[in-house]
Structures are given as structure tokens and as C-alpha cells.
């Protein structure tokens, strides 16, 4: 009885089989049963009494608006007559009327008041799908079949399924060029010679380039290990990182530099990584250069120089899917800033943020106890956007859940990283609405009824 897919597979079962008794349809305890007990069938008894509960529960509950407990509350003698012939109903999640049920009441999780935009449109299309039932109240399951592929494609081609399809991809794409981006920076760090460079140049090929790299060869889909030879480029920039060499061959520097340096921005603009980010790097880099290239015995520092990204804070970084400015804007990528003594140079902005990893395990332990596991696919919540709440559903999850897609009963998409959402989650800008089902909710409080009144009337 504590399993409510268990229970309602027994009723099916035992209705069917007419193994019920009269003490099983007492159990329910419930208004009306005294009259029903009539009824040549207790299984039919028993059916009936549960339908009538759970449609009491679903339209007495707080996560639906009026208007549609209206018109689930219509819906209540055809699912009555549906009870007493069809069993299935019980045993199988999905049957027809529990398909449309569940739709019904999951959709409208999306509106928290009836002013919301698209409500109306929302509550015609309820009435057009379910006026066959309602016209025909006999129990038929074909006409709960109609109803709930006709409320699907009403409702779905508001929710604009191209542009989530466009979302999805963008965010597949970004995965993919991620995880063999994460093998090419380790191969980088994992070099003799990169740790004899400042730590801004490993972080720009481990993080910008990397991806570069990886963009390449998956679009190639060659046999080519370095298509566009962008690959190859990371020895001569490590080379040309390193002052104590450069300055003994200054004809090599000034013959690579235009090479390198026009390499760098085609790899850049391949992935459209945005100027205002690299301008930070080139600036940086082109002071190396300088010093090399500068007459003096001792060379100097720049000040920027300095700026080292902690170990941790660059493999917390790694750990996080970059998105393209297309990507992002396919998928309404939202971002959020790290502090600001955390940035590397070449990264100081832009579509993909991370949180600093010092706050890494107060997010993970924190989030835990926010979610205790409740966040997956059809979770409603909502979220703080210039000071307005927007609710929507995630929809779309990578399989290592480090990428999130939320889409609005209008169709309007969100995306963010884990990071994000733990962050979001922990400063009070998303918060969950609904983590269960409402027709789940609804028959649970049945089974909690029948358990409560069968222990009452044990012997």
C-alpha cells in the first residue's frame, strides 16, 4: 500500500478477477460507499470509490487553479463509467484517461495564477480536447485516446518544438565539443614544457584553445588527428612563452609571430569566441614578445602578469561545458559571474562562468539538502530573471547532468550549467514548485486513506 503503482496494479488485478471482498471496499471507508455497496460487483464498488477520491483530491488540492479543477471535476462521470468496464484504467499508467489525467495536471503546473500569459489560450484547449468525453460520457477508452493526442498537439505547438529542438541541439553540441576538449587540455597540462610558461598561457590552451581543437575535429569527422593544424600550434606558442628562449632567437620569434598570432584569431573566430574575452590574452602575450624582442639584459614583468588561476579553480572550470555565443543564444544560456579575483585573463568573461571552486562543496551540500533528489526530467520551478519569476519545466538534461534546459509553457528556453543551478538554487533565485506529479499526489492520498482505514478496521 505504500506503493501507489503497486496498489493500483492490485485493484486492476483483483477487479478483474473479482477476488475482492466486501471488507476490501470497507477499508475505504469513504461518503457514498454505503450505496455503491449495493453493487452485484465489490470490485466495480472499489473502483468506483477510488476514482471518486482521487478526483476529490486533485480538484480539492492547492497546485491546481480553479478553472481546471472545473473541468477535471467534469470529467468525473466518464471516469466513473470507465471504472466499472475497464480495469486497466488502475493497472497500466498508460491507459488513455490516466495519460490525459497526468497531462491535464502536469501542464497546468505551468500557470500560478489564472492573469498568467497564456492561460486562456490554455483552458480552450482543455475544453476542445475533452468536449468528445464530456459529450459521450459512456467510459469509451478511445475517446480518452482522442482526447489526450489532441490536447498534446494543441498544447506542444504553442511550446514551439522546433526551438527547443534547436535548444537541445546547440547544448548537445557544446557536450560533445567539451568532452574531447577535457582530453586535449589534460594532454596540454601533462606537458614538460607547459609548466616552464606562465599559468594564463596553459589556462588560455587548456580552456579557449582546447576547444578550438576539439571543434575542429568533430566538425572534420576525419581520419585527421589535427585538422586546420590548430594542434600543432600549441608547441610554438609555448615555445614563444618562454622569454630564456625566445631571446636568444629573435629571428625566429619575429618570423613566427605574424603566423602564430593570425593562427590564434582564425582558431578563435572558429568558435566564435568573443574579442572582448582574447583581448585580455593577446595583450599579455604580445608583452612576452616585447621583452624578448627588447634589447635589455634583464626583462620586466608586466604588471597582469601576476595573475595566476589556481589549480583547483581551472579544473573546476574544466568541469563546466562552454557555450559558444550561438549556443548560448540558441539555448537562452543563463551565466553567472565568479568572483573576480578567480578569472583568468583570457577568460574574464562572457557566456560560460563558473562559481569559484571554494564554494564548490557548500553548493554540492547545500543543493542536497534543497533537491533530496527530486530535480530530474518534468520538475517545474521557478526562476529570478530582472526581478521577474518566470516558471518553467526542465525538459532536458545531459547525461551526466551538467547541463540544464528549461522551457516555458510558451516555449521559451533557459539553459545553465550545474554550477548555475546549484548557485541559483542557493541565493534564492530558483526555487522548486512542484517535484511530484499531481495525479501521483492524488493517488497517494488514496492509498494513505485505504491503508489508514484497513488498519482501522482490523480485528
Known amino acids: 500500500m505504500k506503493q501507489v503503482d503497486h496498489v493500483m496494479q492490485c485493484i486492476g488485478d483483483q477487479n478483474a478477477t473479482g477476488l475482492l471482498t466486501p471488507g476490501s471496499v470497507a477499508a475505504l471507508n469513504l461518503s457514498g460507499a454505503r450505496s455503491r455497496l449495493t453493487s452485484r460487483d465489490l470490485g466495480q464498488a472499489l473502483s468506483l470509490e477510488v476514482v471518486s477520491l482521487m478526483i476529490d483530491n486533485i480538484v ?10 472545473k473541468i477535471i471535476g467534469s470529467l468525473k462521470p466518464a471516469l466513473l463509467c470507465l471504472a466499472e468496464t475497464d480495469p486497466r484504467f488502475f ?19 505551468a500557470y500560478e495564477s489564472i492573469h498568467h500569459v497564456g492561460f486562456n489560450d490554455f483552458i480552450l484547449s482543455l475544453q476542445a480536447a ?45 557536450e560533445e565539443r567539451h568532452l574531447e576538449a577535457m582530453q586535449i587540455a589534460s594532454a596540454i597540462r601533462s606537458r614538460t614544457d607547459a609548466a616552464k610558461v606562465p599559468e594564463w598561457v596553459v589556462d588560455f590552451l587548456c580552456g579557449p584553445w582546447s576547444q578550438v581543437i576539439a571543434h575542429a575535429r568533430i566538425e572534420s569527422r576525419s581520419d585527421d588527428k589535427d585538422p586546420g593544424q590548430y594542434r600543432e600550434l600549441v608547441e610554438a606558442l609555448l615555445w614563444s612563452a618562454r622569454p630564456e628562449l625566445t631571446r636568444k632567437e629573435p629571428a625566429k620569434l619575429t618570423r ?53 588561476v589556481p589549480a583547483k579553480a581551472v579544473e573546476s572550470r574544466e568541469a563546466d561545458p562552454w557555450l559558444a555565443p550561438n549556443e548560448a543564444e540558441a539555448s537562452g544560456f543563463i551565466a553567472l559571474l565568479p568572483a573576480a579575483e578567480n578569472l583568468s585573463p583570457g577568460m574574464s568573461s562572457g557566456p560560460m562562468r563558473l562559481i569559484a571552486d571554494s564554494t564548490d562543496k557548500a553548493l554540492d551540500q ?94
Open 256 to 308: 613566427l609571430l605574424p603566423k602564430l598570432l593570425a593562427k590564434l584569431r582564425q582558431g578563435l573566430n572558429l568558435i566564435d569566441y568573443p574579442p572582448v574575452q582574447s583581448s585580455p590574452f593577446f595583450s599579455m602575450l604580445m608583452g612576452l614578445h616585447h621583452m624578448a624582442l627588447r634589447p635589455s639584459s634583464r626583462p620586466t614583468t608586466p604588471a597582469r602578469m601576476s595573475a595566476v
Open 91 to 109: 493497472s497500466h499508467k498508460g491507459h488513455p484517461a490516466r495519460r490525459l489525467l497526468q497531462e491535464i495536471t502536469d501542464r497546468s503546473v
Open 60 to 69: 480539492t488540492g492547492t497546485h491546481v487553479l480553479d478553472p481546471i479543477k
Open 130 to 174: 475533452i468536449a468528445p468525453v464530456l459529450k459521450q460520457p459512456t467510459g469509451d477508452p478511445l475517446l480518452f485516446e482522442v482526447a489526450v493526442e489532441r490536447l498534446i498537439l494543441a498544447l506542444d505547438s504553442v511550446k514551439q518544438p522546433e526551438k527547443m529542438k534547436k535548444a537541445v541541439n546547440a547544448l548537445q553540441r557544446a
Open 366 to 459: 547545500g543543493v542536497e539538502l534543497l533537491l533530496d533528489g527530486e530535480f530530474s526530467i518534468g520538475v517545474w520551478v521557478e526562476i529570478l530573471s530582472d526581478k521577474v519569476w518566470t516558471r518553467t519545466q526542465l525538459t532536458w538534461t545531459n547525461p551526466k547532468a551538467t547541463l540544464f534546459l528549461f522551457t516555458s509553457a510558451t516555449g521559451a528556453t533557459q539553459s545553465m550549467t550545474r554550477r548555475s543551478r546549484d548557485q541559483m538554487l542557493l541565493a534564492n533565485t530558483m526555487r522548486l514548485v512542484s517535484c511530484q506529479h499531481v495525479l501521483d499526489d492524488a493517488l497517494n492520498a488514496v492509498a494513505r486513506a485505504a491503508l489508514r482505514n484497513s488498519i482501522d478496521h482490523l480485528p
